[in-house]
């Protein structure tokens, strides 16, 4: 049977004559949601049809009420797709230009340039259902408690993993204290009554390096990534965001709006990554860069 007059099983959208584009999702939360971002704007600039495969469903709607269609895995099976992988992080020449009217993007892509211009419409698409909403917005009214004039800042310090990626290649470093500490100064001396709300998959560190003699820090979760879904709801229902390093957070930032401060020339200038990588097309251009403290690294070469 042609795939194309095959229909998935789970909902009511038979194939468009226009072909069928979907993405193979790898990685975690924060990969999905940048490569959901990414299928939709790519699908929609070349006129085909977004279709999402279950794994990705899955993963996805326990947070949001995404809307693009779900294609059943053993009718992807048999669709000849045409696999065009994402290496650069930056809208560049050849994806303008995606031939094909069954193509299967993969890869990590993460960056602005392929969807801000469809922001509203991304916005919508990663809307949080009712009880997560309400849950978050809970949490946050009962940390707020009697206070007024309150604003939250949302604080995602990712290390776990990346400790040791970080550490073995030695031509990149995480979020330090004075980073920290000097992100967090900004906002204590811009709002009058900032509330700090801090994620991570470390809050052992976290306790142990960030100040919070204000007793304005919250710190939330288990720290071992047990509900990402519920600890990146949180982030986005702040008013602002301090990121560090990692998807999870870069998507919490775009997705709550306000203010961001990220940590920015984290890596060495020889690190092969960087030219696939820039910075520039990473973090919109409205946030605020606070440069790394590469010395560690500088020390050990």
Known sequence: MNPENRMP??????????????????????????????LYAFAKRHGHQAYILPYMHSALSKIFKIKLPVINREVADRIPWK??????????????????????????????????????????????HEFIREESNAYLADIRGNKTNTTFIGIHVRRGDYVDIMLKSK???????????????????????PLFVVTSNDLVWCKSNINNSLGDVYFIGDGKEGSPGR?????????????????????????????????TNYTLPDFPRVTRFKYETIFLPEW??????????????
């Open 83 to 128: 696999t065009f992988r994402i290496y650069n992080n930056w809208m560049s020449e050849e994806y303008y230009n995606i031939s094909g009217q069954y193509v299967k993007l993969s890869g990590y892509p993460f960056s602005w340039t392929f969807y801000h211009h469809l922001k509203e419409e991304i916005l919508k698409e990663f809307t949080f």
């Open 288 to 301: 605020i860069g606070i440069p790394a403290d590469l010395s560690p690294l500088l020390r050990k070469d």
């Open 171 to 193: 031509k990149g470093v995480l979020a330090s204290k004075k980073y920290l500490d000097k992100a967090m100064e900004y906002f204590r001396k811009k709002y009058t009554n």
């Open 231 to 263: 600890d990146f709801a949180l982030l986005v229902h702040c008013n602002h965001t301090i990121m560090t390093i990692g998807t999870f957070g870069l998507y919490a930032a775009y997705l709550a709006g306000g203010e961001t401060i990220y940590l």
């Open 9 to 38: 099983k789970n909902n009511d959208h038979a194939f468009e004559p226009t072909g069928v584009w979907t993405v193979e999702p790898s990685g975690r939360l924060g990969n999905l949601i940048g490569q959901y971002a990414t």
